[in-house]
């Protein structure tokens, strides 16, 4: 990014929204500085025909941490979420090519877990094209946000429901109203003649993934599984998680998905509180949300809601979100 000026000149800036400071960080600091996204390429090109100048620095270095307290357009890329004056957030959204670019943050933390879906706000025809070609392509490659294993050959044997574990949860995080445990115990007690797969998380600490498989043992009718979330989730009456992105991939398939914390896609997932709640979840999910608009939701989403670098039309909303922000003329 050629636009983009240096951490050691960053420090130096004029104060007021004629500046926009990117504060990457881990590994976004290397990334962005190798000019491996496309978002940001061609954002910071829109900022710099609009007058800002762009620069890089460091997510909570001395000098992000001094530039937040100043009047700059700020982008967020990997860091907590935060809210202020010229504060936005840029973060990959649960599919690939579709970004968040919020004033709050990203994921759960974003501003879509206080919006409202309507279907009556998106047009059907638009939606179902949108949703076949993005679910079409994901499903047939096998792609998702980790890479899975390969799909099987033949379908995997049904199940009651499969539960998609997070990284961390060996304690019930604020944000989490069930822990994995909840979820297992009261899936697998449901029906104890009927399966349930548990797939841990890749990315999950040792220590963490031995909890899980020592709760499993405890229940016969449970299957941990590394298969791909594909074929799992085809395989299921119902799907279970907190808020992981598998939850949202799981809406590709048309499935009831149960969300056991805070989500911003709770509109098209049953949240249950308690396990009761969730019990009563497994057993009328199905049924709740049999007639879901599920093509007008991915519409509404992932092609109103988040952005697309690789759209014409990218550059334009992604300023219009700016300008709105800083509520420029």
Same mark, same amino acid.
């Given at each position: 990014?050629?636009?983009?000026?240096?951490?050691? &000149?960053?420090?130096?800036?004029?104060?007021?929204?004629?500046?926009?400071?990117?504060?990457?960080?881990? #590994?976004?600091?290397?990334?962005? #500085?190798?000019?491996?996204?496309?978002?940001?390429?061609?954002?910071?090109?829109?900022?710099?025909?609009?007058?800002?100048?762009?620069?890089?620095?460091?997510?909570?270095?001395?000098?992000?941490?001094?530039?937040?307290?100043?009047?700059?357009?700020?982008?967020?890329?990997?860091?907590?979420?935060?809210?202020?004056?010229?504060?936005?957030?840029?973060?990959? &959204?649960?599919?690939?090519?579709f970004w968040y670019f919020d004033e709050i943050g990203h994921g759960w933390n974003s501003s879509l877990r206080f919006s409202r879906y309507s279907s009556d706000e998106v047009d059907a025809a638009n939606s179902a094209f949108?949703?076949?070609?993005?679910?079409?392509?994901?499903?047939?490659?096998?792609?998702?946000?980790?890479?899975?294993?390969?799909?099987?050959?033949?379908?995997?044997?049904?199940?009651?429901?499969?539960?998609?574990?997070?990284?961390?949860?060996?304690?019930?995080?604020?944000?989490?109203?069930?822990?994995?445990?909840?979820?297992?115990?009261?899936?697998?007690?449901?029906?104890?003649?009927?399966?349930?797969?548990?797939?841990?998380?890749?990315?999950?600490?040792? #220590?963490n993934r031995r909890r899980i498989l020592e709760i499993c043992e405890d229940f016969p009718n449970v299957k941990t599984t590394d298969a791909s979330i594909h074929d799992l989730i085809e395989a299921s009456r119902v799907v279970?998680?907190?808020?992981?992105?598998?939850?949202?991939?799981?809406?590709?398939?048309?499935?009831?998905?149960?969300?056991?914390?805070? &989500?911003?896609?709770?509109?098209?997932?049953?949240?249950?509180?308690?396990?009761?709640?969730?019990?009563?979840?497994?057993?009328?999910?199905?049924?709740?949300?049999?007639?879901?608009?599920?093509?007008?939701?991915?519409?509404?989403?992932?092609?109103?809601?988040?952005?697309?670098? #690789?759209?014409?039309?990218?550059?334009?909303?992604?300023?219009?979100?700016?300008?709105?922000?800083l509520m420029l003329s």
């Amino acid at each position: 990014m050629e636009q983009l000026k240096s951490p050691l &000149s960053a420090r130096n800036i004029p104060v007021g929204y004629k500046s926009a400071v990117i504060h990457a960080y881990g #590994s976004w600091l290397a990334a962005l #500085s190798e000019n491996k996204h496309d978002f940001f390429t061609k954002l910071t090109q829109k900022l710099v025909q609009q007058g800002l100048s762009a620069y890089l620095v460091e997510g909570n270095s001395r000098t992000s941490r001094g530039l937040l307290e100043q009047s700059h357009l700020h982008i967020i890329v990997g860091g907590p979420a935060m809210y202020g004056a010229g504060i936005m957030h840029a973060f990959p &959204s649960y599919l690939w090519g579709f970004w968040y670019f919020d004033e709050i943050g990203h994921g759960w933390n974003s501003s879509l877990r206080f919006s409202r879906y309507s279907s009556d706000e998106v047009d059907a025809a638009n939606s179902a094209f949108f949703f076949n070609g993005v679910t079409g392509y994901m499903l047939r490659e096998n792609v998702s946000k980790i890479s899975q294993e390969p799909r099987m050959d033949a379908p995997l044997r049904l199940a009651t429901a499969t539960i998609f574990c997070q990284p961390t949860n060996s304690v019930n995080p604020r944000h989490s109203y069930l822990t994995t445990e909840q979820m297992i115990e009261t899936a697998s007690t449901y029906d104890k003649d009927a399966l349930v797969y548990v797939k841990p998380h890749p990315h999950q600490s040792k #220590s963490n993934r031995r909890r899980i498989l020592e709760i499993c043992e405890d229940f016969p009718n449970v299957k941990t599984t590394d298969a791909s979330i594909h074929d799992l989730i085809e395989a299921s009456r119902v799907v279970i998680t907190q808020n992981s992105t598998t939850g949202f991939e799981a809406l590709m398939q048309r499935k009831p998905v149960i969300t056991c914390a805070k &989500s911003d896609y709770w509109h098209a997932t049953l949240t249950p509180r308690t396990v009761a709640d969730l019990r009563a979840a497994i057993e009328f999910g199905p049924e709740t949300m049999r007639n879901f608009d599920f093509e007008g939701y991915f519409h509404w989403f992932l092609e109103l809601q988040c952005l697309e670098p #690789s759209k014409d039309n990218f550059a334009e909303r992604a300023w219009a979100r700016v300008r709105e922000k800083l509520m420029l003329s």
